[in-house]
């Protein structure tokens, strides 16, 4: 007997703003960035179309592999 089972799946724009509430980000990931973070870390993502659709869970172990990087410049020492 087969049975349905309904996810919510969310479009790209909607994972930028979602992943910037869970980082604590003023504004939203660039959907660059994101394509880039769903194709590098997420290989068994859904396309519907030409688009990747996610869903919670997915977008919240992206979440996770999200690095704040430090951008400050080392200085350099000449001895």
Known sequence: MP???ALPMYPVSEVREKL???KQRNKPY??????DL????????????????LT???IEWLATRIRRVNKKRQK???K
């Not at 660039?30 to 394509?35: A, I, S």
């Not at 769903?38 to 396309?47: F, G, M, P, R």
């Open 38 to 53: 769903i194709a590098k870390e997420l290989k068994t993502a859904q396309k519907v179309g030409n688009r990747y659709m």
């Open 30 to 35: 660039d959907r660059q960035f994101v394509d």
């Open 76 to 78: 350099i020492i000449d």
């Open 56 to 58: 919670d869970i997915e």
């Open 20 to 22: 910037a509430d869970l």
């Open 3 to 5: 049975v349905l089972i």
